[in-house]
């Protein structure tokens, strides 16, 4: 049998549910949550966004910020995940 670390989705952040946050002195804005479902049934969430100038930086992670929209957010995200990974077929020929 497999070991499993972990498994990982993402989800984008609806427009109206994006925050932003600063790291070194520069703006970004959160445009997703990557969602990791651990070995013992939690949830681990990072947010990563994009400057808000602009420009080709990185993108980087902050943590998520909580509130009821955005749990609910990450919530309907995992049990999506899970519907699909019960209804995958495997890999194609």
Request: aromatic content about 6%; charged content about 30%; glycine content about 6%.
């Amino acid at each position: 049998m497999a070991e499993v670390a972990a498994l990982a989705l993402n989800v984008a952040i609806p427009e109206e549910l994006r925050w932003r946050d600063t790291r070194r002195d520069e703006e970004f804005e959160l445009q997703s949550i990557t969602v990791r479902l651990l070995p013992d049934g939690t949830l681990a969430a990072k947010a990563y966004g994009r400057p808000v100038a602009g420009g080709r930086g990185a993108y980087v992670s902050f943590a998520v910020r909580r509130s009821p929209e955005i749990d609910r957010l990450i919530d309907d995200a995992a049990h999506e995940a899970a519907r699909r990974w019960s209804a995958q077929r495997g890999l194609p020929a």
